[in-house]
């Protein structure tokens, strides 16, 4: 259970996924049978292997800039709370808070269907601001599954408030707990390779509700990460011809400190990621971290010849291959086996439905 509190601003605080672990296998630290141990083994191996699979996930996994489970909400993701919950009110006619009220009414928002939890700090910082008056209490918090039927949450107010409230909090609560299901269903299948991408609905609240379904949230923004794609190489290096040789160009004069959280390029032929990689893999013996190649448009056989060809030539360890476009769920099999580092779709954010809930007043 958990109440709703001042909403305090919340400094940005790495997630453990940021946290290196180095280069070890757990079948190093499984003990032998002779072996005798004060301690619970599965208490220590588990926390570790969670470390692992963290440390193993690729710079997609941008979500500790936006949340942190002890923590909260990060000052980046508060702040698109502010413009698209502002947005959202205006839209429905309150364009100013509601001040005062008793506490005559009571009502439970309530899951008709499965689904992940999310947007109880949205809404919390939504009523701490618009409608202070409201009382909400948390049955299942942000990232929690719950089942149909399950109460989410009871509120308390006066019934001209929360009638006014009522269509606003459904709306960001069923959007976002919507995408994090999907985020799970599709992590599930393909778990640390699913990711979104830039196409979303509400921005960074998008990418905070695929985190929180266990998907990756790729870039937050255009400046969070470097992507070069072809309409920036030909509007860069118009005087070369050719997409392969600008590919070259760029990245062989592109000043690392200036990528942010990575750098990705994106390639159209087999011979264009071969040569990325070829040229990557020198700009690593100068400490670079691992390129990342975006192979657009290829489809799973493809992508599959693409990470084989890599291999093959010993570029594969220098790269993170990303496949992009034409990604469906009843597809994901494929994909997933196809020796790739991330899937990225608008899929699991953009083509999602809400979560089934609803509100009723006690009494109703």
């Given at each position: 259970?958990?109440?709703?509190?001042?909403?305090?601003?919340?400094?940005?605080?790495?997630?453990?996924?940021?946290?290196?672990?180095?280069?070890?296998?757990?079948?190093?630290?499984?003990?032998s049978?002779?072996?005798?141990?004060?301690?619970?083994?599965?208490?220590?191996?588990?926390?570790?292997?969670?470390?692992?699979?963290?440390a193993s996930?690729?710079?997609?996994?941008?979500?500790?800039?936006?949340?942190?489970?002890?923590?909260g909400?990060?000052?980046?993701?508060l702040?698109?709370?502010?413009?698209?919950?502002?947005?959202?009110?205006?839209?429905?006619?309150?364009d100013?808070?509601?001040?005062?009220?008793?506490?005559?009414?009571?009502?439970?928002?309530?899951?008709?269907?499965?689904?992940?939890?999310?947007g109880?700090?949205?809404?919390?910082h939504?009523?701490q601001?618009?409608?202070?008056?409201?009382?909400?209490?948390?049955?299942?918090?942000?990232?929690?599954?719950?089942?149909?039927?399950?109460?989410?949450?009871?509120?308390?107010?006066?019934?001209?408030?929360?009638?006014?409230?009522?269509?606003?909090?459904?709306n960001v609560?069923g959007?976002?707990?919507?995408?994090?299901?999907?985020a799970?269903?599709?992590?599930?299948?393909?778990?640390?390779?699913?990711?979104?991408?830039?196409?979303?609905?509400?921005?960074?609240?998008?990418?905070?509700?695929?985190?929180?379904?266990?998907?990756?949230?790729?870039?937050?923004?255009?400046?969070?990460?470097?992507?070069?794609?072809?309409?920036?190489?030909?509007?860069?290096?118009?005087?070369?011809?050719?997409?392969?040789?600008?590919?070259?160009?760029?990245?062989?004069?592109?000043?690392?400190?200036?990528?942010?959280?990575?750098?990705?390029?994106?390639?159209?032929?087999?011979?264009?990621?071969?040569?990325?990689?070829?040229?990557?893999?020198?700009?690593?013996?100068?400490?670079?971290?691992?390129?990342?190649?975006?192979?657009d448009?290829?489809?799973?056989?493809?992508?599959?010849?693409?990470?084989?060809?890599?291999?093959?030539?010993?570029?594969?360890?220098?790269?993170?291959?990303?496949?992009?476009?034409?990604?469906?769920?009843?597809?994901?099999?494929?994909?997933?086996?196809?020796?790739?580092?991330?899937?990225?779709?608008?899929?699991?954010?953009?083509?999602?439905?809400?979560?089934?809930?609803?509100?009723?007043?006690?009494?109703?």
């Amino acid at each position: 259970m958990r109440s709703r509190n001042a909403v305090a601003v919340k400094e940005d605080v790495p997630s453990i996924s940021t946290i290196s672990c180095g280069c070890f296998g757990l079948s190093k630290l499984v003990p032998s049978r002779n072996m005798a141990f004060d301690i619970n083994w599965f208490e220590v191996v588990e926390p570790l292997a969670h470390l692992v699979a963290e440390a193993s996930r690729p710079p997609h996994d941008r979500g500790h800039v936006l949340w942190s489970a002890e923590n909260g909400p990060t000052r980046m993701l508060l702040a698109s709370f502010d413009r698209w919950v502002g947005a959202l009110l205006a839209d429905d006619g309150i364009d100013m808070p509601f001040m005062g009220g008793s506490n005559d009414v009571e009502a439970t928002i309530i899951a008709r269907s499965d689904g992940i939890v999310v947007g109880t700090a949205a809404i919390d910082h939504m009523l701490q601001i618009w409608a202070p008056s409201l009382k909400i209490t948390w049955w299942a918090s942000d990232g929690k599954r719950v089942t149909k039927g399950k109460e989410i949450a009871t509120i308390q107010g006066e019934r001209e408030v929360l009638l006014a409230m009522e269509r606003s909090i459904l709306n960001v609560l069923g959007q976002l707990s919507g995408i994090a299901t999907e985020a799970k269903r599709w992590s599930a299948i393909a778990p640390g390779q699913i990711a979104c991408t830039r196409k979303t609905v509400w921005g960074l609240m998008d990418k905070w509700a695929v985190h929180l379904g266990g998907g990756l949230t790729h870039r937050l923004n255009k400046f969070d990460a470097t992507m070069i794609k072809e309409n920036d190489l030909a509007s860069m290096l118009d005087d070369i011809d050719g997409h392969a040789n600008r590919i070259a160009h760029y990245l062989q004069e592109v000043d690392l400190e200036t990528c942010g959280a990575f750098l990705e390029v994106e390639v159209r032929e087999n011979k264009e990621a071969i040569i990325a990689a070829a040229l990557w893999a020198k700009r690593r013996e100068e400490g670079a971290k691992k390129l990342v190649i975006m192979l657009d448009n290829f489809g799973p056989e493809r992508c599959k010849e693409v990470a084989q060809e890599l291999t093959e030539m010993s570029l594969r360890e220098h790269v993170i291959l990303e496949a992009s476009g034409g990604i469906q769920f009843e597809d994901l099999d494929q994909w997933h086996e196809c020796g790739l580092d991330v899937l990225s779709t608008s899929a699991i954010n953009r083509g999602t439905s809400p979560l089934d809930i609803s509100m009723l007043m006690t009494g109703a």
